[in-house]
């Protein structure tokens, strides 16, 4: 995805600092990532074998990464956090959460979008120093069931703009997460940017999450949108491997969109953050509820 180039080579241990980029450090608790021996801008280096996409390093850098031998570093690229024109909103992976929440458009219209984008964003279990490292490509490409940023994507048509070796796509970020950790990414693709349509970010929006503590996991999130010509769109993440999109030409009732969704007969979780029948039962409550804001 970017020319060929000359990778750093950095000491055995590459550690994680508290601003999200690596550094030695001595005598203090890290994760050691003892396979890394190169570290390189990501614009000047050919993707190979072994080689990490490096943005906040949230999780990258919360365990061992066996295979990773080269880590090629996205802020390289300088990409704007938001972006936005009459056409959407472009919202580069390499956006932390906190800019994200913290963002404001001028277009008034897409007030309704930053307002859901808030919500989700500190819907991420994680402190204030987790919020301002942790980026929205990285919490696509984690694809985890409670990755509030699938929710976000999905709920208000989203595409996701993925550069590879030779050739750049994109795809509705509802099709991106195929599964628990499972995306549709390719060997050596990068997701760049997330992008966002005009037509959706006025729509009227409805949010609803639940976790069994205060603080905990999302184990049920449930995102909606309206359109001002009443089609609607449910999406439920965080109970299920991957998000579950439901379309409405219409307003629907709360018993027609729980039978929408058990027409796709979702495949419910069950963990130590909930199990599946409560999963199921929540999920069809939220549903009801974000109905009848969406309605209000």
């Known amino acids: 995805m970017a020319a060929g180039g000359t990778g750093q080579v950095f000491p055995r241990n590459i550690v994680a600092a508290a601003w999200g980029h690596d550094h030695e450090r001595a005598g203090a608790d890290r994760v050691d990532l003892n396979t890394v021996t190169e570290f390189a801008p990501a614009t000047e280096a050919t993707w190979r074998d072994g080689d990490a996409w490096l943005g906040g390093g949230t999780f990258l850098f919360s365990q061992p990464q066996p295979g990773v031998t080269r880590l090629l ?18 919202i580069a992976a390499t956006c932390t959460f906190a800019e994200l929440a913290r963002w404001r458009p001028s277009h008034a219209a897409f007030a309704p979008f930053a307002a859901l984008a808030a919500r989700c964003c500190h819907a991420l279990l994680g402190s204030f120093k987790v919020h301002n490292v942790a980026t929205v490509g990285g919490n696509l490409c984690l694809s985890l069931p409670a990755g509030p940023v699938t929710a976000l994507a999905s709920t208000m048509d989203g595409v996701v703009l993925l550069r590879g070796r030779g ?35 006025s729509a009227r929006t409805a949010f609803r999450q639940l976790s069994l503590s205060p603080a905990g996991r999302s184990a049920v999130l449930v995102a909606g949108r309206r359109d ?3 089609d609607t769109v449910v999406t439920v993440t965080a109970s299920t491997p991957r998000p579950v999109c439901l379309r409405f030409p219409a307003p629907p009732t709360p018993a027609e969109a729980v ?18 029948a409560w999963r199921a039962a929540m999920t069809r409550r939220l549903i009801g509820e974000v109905l009848a804001e969406l309605a209000s």
């Open 167 to 201: 050739e750049s796509r994109g795809m509705p970020a509802a099709d991106f997460v195929t599964g628990d950790g499972r995306n549709a990414l390719r060997p050596g693709e990068l997701l760049t940017r997330l992008w966002l349509p005009a037509a959706s970010l």
């Open 73 to 90: 570093d996205l802020a390289a690229f300088d990409w704007s956090p938001v972006t936005e024109d009459a056409d959407g909103v472009a």
């Open 259 to 276: 039978a929408a969704l058990d027409a796709q007969r979702p495949e419910y979780l069950d963990d130590v953050h909930g199990n599946a």
């Open 228 to 230: 001002r010509f009443a």
